[in-house]
C-alpha cells in the first residue's frame, strides 16, 4: 500500500525533527514547513494529514483552519498547542480539526492517534466510492439505443467489463460516446470500488501531460517544489482513460508502451520503478492506421493498446436510434432544467431523425438540451429546435425563407452561420460566440457549405 504522506507544520526545527523521525519509523512519508504560508504550498501538492502548531510566525494556526478546510478539504488536521485548556481544543474541533494534542508531544500517542485518523479517513473514501458505484448511471443501458450495431457495442462492452483488466482501444468519430463507453467498462468491472481517471491527451503539452501520468519529483523542473503522484498512482486498482490517444507526441508513446508492457513507470526526475496495477482504457477519433504508416503513431503502442478493440458506430449509421436518444435526453433534460416537457411532436421528431447528425449523440444531445431550456409548452415543436439555435444567438431566424415542404435543417444551419458573419464583419471567432458554438465547429460548418461564404 502507498505510504500515506503528513505534513509536519511547526516553527521549531527540533519539534520538526523528532516528530519526522518517528513517523518514518510508522513506514509513513513526511514533508515539513516552519510557517503558515510554507505549508500551504505544500497542502496544494498533496497530503493526507497535517500536524498544525498553533503558535507560527506568520499566523496562528488555529485561524487558519478554515482557510486550510477550503484548500484541502480531504486532509485531516491534528492541531498541535502549547496551552492545555479544553475550550482551545472545542474550539479547534469546531473549526475543522479532527484531534487537539498539547506539547510536548507524546510521540507513541501521536502515533496511534495518525492511525485511527488515516484509518477513519481510508473508510470515509470506501464508503464514497461506494455510494458512487451503487448509485452509477454508468450501466450498460446508458448506451440507448436497439439498433444492431449499438447491441452489439453494449454485449461487447459487457464482456470486456468481465475480463481481468486487458487494454482497450475504442474508436470512432468525436461525440460517438467514446468516454460513456469507458465508465461502463470501468463501472460494470471488479475494479468499480477503485478509481476512475481521465485524461485528454490534447489539452496539455507533452512536459505536462507526462507528470500529469506518472507524476514527479521534488525539483524535476522548475516549481515542482514537492512531490507529485500522477494519475496512474491515483488509480490504482481501477481504471485510467486516455482520451484522443491520437494526439500523443512520438516519446511520450514510448513511455507508455513501457509502462502497459512492465507495469512500472518512473515519475519524471525519478530513478525509481513505480509499480502499479491499473487498466488503461484509450480512445481516439483518428484512423491509427493512418497514423502509423505516417510515421506518427508506433505501431507497437497501436497494437499493444488494440488488445481489445471497440468500434463506436457513427449516429448516422443508426438512424433509427434516434427517436429513442432523443426521448432519453427529453427526459433527463426535462428533470434537470425543471420544465414541464413531455413530448416531442410528430412532424419535429420525424424532421430530426432524418438528420445527417455530423456531431453524432453529442450534437443531438445539445440540440435537446436547447430545445428544452427554451420550450415553452409542454410538446416540442419544430419551432422549439429551430428557436433554440436562434433565441440564444440573436441571429434573426425571420430572414429565412422556409420552404413548404419541409425544413432542410443544415441549410438552416448554414444560413444562421452566414448571418453570424455578416453581422461580425467575417470575424469568425465573434461569429461563434453568436452562435454558442467553437470556432473550430465554425471552420467545420464552413468547409462543408456547398456555397461559399464571403469573409471580411
Not at 513505480?274 to 506518427?296: C, F, K, P, Q
Not at 420550450?375 to 428557436?387: G, K, P, T
Amino acid at each position: 500500500m502507498e505510504a500515506s504522506k503528513i505534513l509536519v507544520v511547526d516553527d521549531e526545527r527540533l519539534i520538526r525533527w523528532s516528530i519526522r523521525e518517528r513517523l518514518r519509523q510508522e513506514g509513513f512519508e513526511v514533508v515539513e514547513a516552519g510557517t503558515l504560508a510554507d505549508a500551504m504550498a505544500l497542502l496544494q501538492q498533496g497530503v493526507d494529514l497535517m500536524l498544525l502548531d498553533n503558535g507560527l510566525p506568520d499566523g496562528n494556526g488555529l485561524d487558519a483552519l478554515p482557510a486550510i478546510r477550503l484548500a484541502a478539504p480531504d486532509v485531516i488536521v491534528i492541531m498541535l498547542t502549547g496551552t492545555n485548556s479544553v475550550e482551545a481544543a472545542v474550539e479547534a474541533m469546531k473549526a475543522g480539526a479532527w484531534h487537539y494534542l498539547t506539547k510536548p508531544v507524546n510521540l507513541d500517542e501521536l502515533a496511534v492517534k495518525i492511525h485511527q485518523a488515516l484509518e477513519t479517513m481510508h473508510l470515509r473514501r470506501e464508503v464514497q466510492v461506494l455510494r458512487e458505484v451503487v448509485s452509477s448511471p454508468w450501466g450498460p443501458e446508458t448506451i440507448v439505443g436497439q439498433s444492431h450495431a449499438i447491441q452489439n457495442v453494449r454485449q461487447l462492452l459487457g464482456k470486456i467489463a468481465r475480463t481481468a483488466g486487458s487494454t482497450v482501444l475504442l474508436t470512432g468519430e468525436s461525440g460517438t460516446g467514446k468516454d460513456l463507453a469507458a465508465k461502463v467498462i470501468h463501472y460494470g468491472s471488479a475494479r468499480a470500488n477503485k478509481p476512475f481517471m481521465n485524461i485528454t491527451c490534447s489539452a496539455l503539452q507533452e512536459t505536462l501531460l507526462e507528470s500529469e501520468l506518472f507524476g514527479h519529483e521534488k525539483g524535476a523542473f522548475t516549481d515542482a517544489r514537492a512531490q507529485k503522484k500522477g494519475l496512474l498512482e491515483l488509480a490504482a486498482g481501477g481504471t485510467v482513460f486516455l482520451d484522443e490517444i491520437g494526439e500523443m507526441s512520438l516519446g511520450l508513446q514510448s513511455k507508455v508502451l513501457r509502462f502497459l508492457e512492465e507495469k512500472t513507470f518512473k515519475r519524471v526526475g525519478g530513478a525509481q520503478d513505480v509499480s502499479i496495477d491499473v487498466r488503461v482504457i484509450a480512445a481516439t477519433n483518428r484512423d491509427l492506421h493512418a497514423e502509423v504508416t505516417a510515421g506518427r503513431f508506433r505501431e507497437d503502442l497501436f497494437y499493444r493498446l488494440r488488445v481489445l478493440p471497440v468500434e463506436l458506430p457513427p449516429l448516422r449509421d443508426r438512424p433509427g436510434d434516434v427517436q429513442a436518444l432523443i426521448d432519453f435526453f427529453l427526459r433527463r433534460f426535462s428533470q434537470e432544467l425543471k420544465k414541464p416537457v413531455r413530448a416531442v411532436s410528430p412532424t419535429a421528431m420525424h424532421v430530426l431523425a432524418q438528420q445527417p447528425w455530423p456531431g453524432n449523440v453529442r450534437e443531438l444531445r445539445n440540440a435537446v438540451e436547447r430545445a428544452v431550456l427554451l420550450a415553452e409548452s409542454e410538446e416540442l415543436s419544430l419551432d422549439d429546435f429551430l428557436l433554440a439555435s436562434t433565441r440564444t444567438t440573436h441571429v434573426h431566424a425571420q430572414t429565412i425563407v422556409l420552404p413548404e415542404d419541409g425544413i432542410d435543417l443544415d441549410a438552416l444551419q448554414d444560413e444562421l452561420v452566414r448571418q453570424a458573419l455578416a453581422r461580425t464583419s467575417g470575424n469568425q471567432t465573434r461569429a461563434a460566440q453568436l452562435l454558442g458554438l467553437s470556432r473550430d465547429q465554425i471552420r467545420y460548418r464552413l468547409e462543408r457549405m456547398t456555397t461559399p461564404v464571403a469573409q471580411g
